[in-house]
Structure formats: structure tokens, C-alpha cells
């Protein structure tokens, strides 16, 4: 079946700008977390969705960043005011109910802000 | 000091040959401990799972969990040039709620020369 699906798979923006990067998890899974994979290091949790509701969003840098999964399945990641320090490749997951915290992962959205 | 620490790469190895990969941890609250596989532009890949102390086999690949040293291992026998790419270690202290999200290793890169 289909995976964990990202798009647009590279951003490129300009310092400043507005940007959204969407992720479609696997059919059914309820559960959907977003990280953050810098040059060089590990993945870096942002934030974590069961169902609509976010149920952690610790891992959220500052207030330019702010998530969204209105119907419980599509999820939007959004950054307001991009610096240059938010280029990174930005990773989804999601995972099954019951399922014993296997997560599975999308291929990411690189985003470089110029 | 990161909660999660991993061997710096990267790491060259002739095929035929056993790899030692290792994290070690200081959150003590760490029950389930992972290892992904992760290829270049592509999203991690879980390898293998495994749920407080002890060890687990699957094929080539053995998983080693040492909860009173916090330390984890992962043994790669007779490696292969498809091994090669990034192993990063990840951990979470639940599977379900806010303790599901996974900390990460910063990962080490390696190679397997045929």
C-alpha cells in the first residue's frame, strides 16, 4: 500500500516568506508526527497529532511554526516569516493505533531558505 | 549534553565484515529503542524494535539493549554494499500519548566497499 506521502518534496524561499508543507499519512493511521532533520543530525520531534487534536507540541521552535490536521488525516505544517535557520528537511510520520510506537516515515520536504 | 549519544562517523568496512553501532542515553524513563536505516534523501526506515533489555535477531541485524548501563548496540554480520547509508538510534518512553515521540541519535554513516 501507499506510504507516508510529503509534498512538495524541495521548498525553496525566500527569507521572510510564508510556507506550507503537507503530509498525507498512511490510510487509517491515527496517530502523525512531524521532526525536523538538520545537516548532519538526527531527526528532531516538532510536534504530534492523535486524530485532529495536536497533543504535544513541544518540539515547536517559536510561534512562526504552527501545525494543523482538521480532519484527522492530511496534515499542514506551516512557518510564518522563514529565516534562514529553518532550512532543514522536514520529516512526517505517522502510526497505526496499537501499534507498539512503530512510526513510519514520508521521504521528507527539504527546505532551504535563501 | 544530549539525552541520546552516538558513535561520530563515518564509518568504511570491507564487505564480509561485522559492524558495531552504538547510543548511549540518559533519560532512565527510555523503554522502547530502535534503530532506522536511513538512505540519502529518503526518510528513515525502521530496522529493528525493541521493547526493554535484552536482545533481538532478525536476518543479519542483532539489536542489544543494556537498560542498567543505558546503552544500546546494533551488530550488522557479513555486511553488504546495500548496507551502506545512515543508522541512526531512537528511543521513547511510551507508545502511545505525548511519550511516543522518538528522540534520536545524530546517526553515523557508513560503508560497505565491495
Known amino acids: 500500500g501507499a506510504g507516508v506521502s510529503q509534498t512538495p518534496s524541495n521548498k525553496v524561499t525566500e527569507k521572510g516568506k510564508y510556507v506550507e508543507l503537507r503530509c498525507d499519512p498512511i490510510s487509517g493511521h491515527t496517530a502523525l508526527y512531524w521532526y525536523r532533520q538538520s545537516l548532519g543530525q538526527g531527526p528532531e520531534f516538532l510536534i504530534y497529532f492523535q486524530g485532529t487534536g495536536a497533543a504535544d507540541d513541544s518540539g515547536l521552535p517559536n510561534d512562526r511554526f504552527f501545525a494543523v490536521r482538521p480532519e484527522g488525516s492530511v496534515s499542514t505544517l506551516k512557518i510564518q516569516r522563514t529565516e534562514r535557520g529553518d532550512s532543514a528537511v522536514y520529516l512526517c510520520?505517522?502510526?497505526?493505533?496499537?501499534?507498539?510506537?512503530?512510526?513510519?516515515f514520508g521521504a521528507g520536504t527539504r527546505l532551504s531558505v535563501l | 549534553q544530549k539525552e541520546v549519544e552516538q558513535d561520530p562517523g563515518p564509518l568504511s568496512v570491507p564487505e564480509g565484515a561485522i559492524v558495531s553501532l552504538n547510543c548511549t542515553y540518559s533519560n532512565s524513563a527510555f523503554q522502547y529503542f530502535m534503530w532506522y536505516r536511513q538512505y540519502s534523501r529518503k526518510g528513515p526506515e525502521l530496522l529493528m524494535y525493541t521493547y526493554s533489555s535484552g536482545n533481538k535477531e532478525d536476518g543479519r541485524f542483532t539489536a542489544q539493549v543494556d537498560k542498567s548501563s543505558k546503552y544500546i548496540s546494533l551488530f550488522i554480520r557479513d555486511s553488504q554494499p546495500s548496507d551502506s547509508a545512515t543508522y541512526l538510534c531512537?528511543?521513547?518512553?511510551?507508545?502511545?500519548?505525548?511519550?511516543?515521540?522518538?528522540?534520536f541519535g545524530k546517526g553515523i554513516t557508513l560503508s560497505v566497499r565491495p
Open positions: 531512537a528511543m521513547s518512553a511510551g507508545w502511545v500519548g505525548a511519550n511516543s515521540k522518538l528522540t
Open positions: 510520520a505517522s502510526q497505526e493505533a496499537g501499534a507498539k510506537n512503530i512510526q513510519y
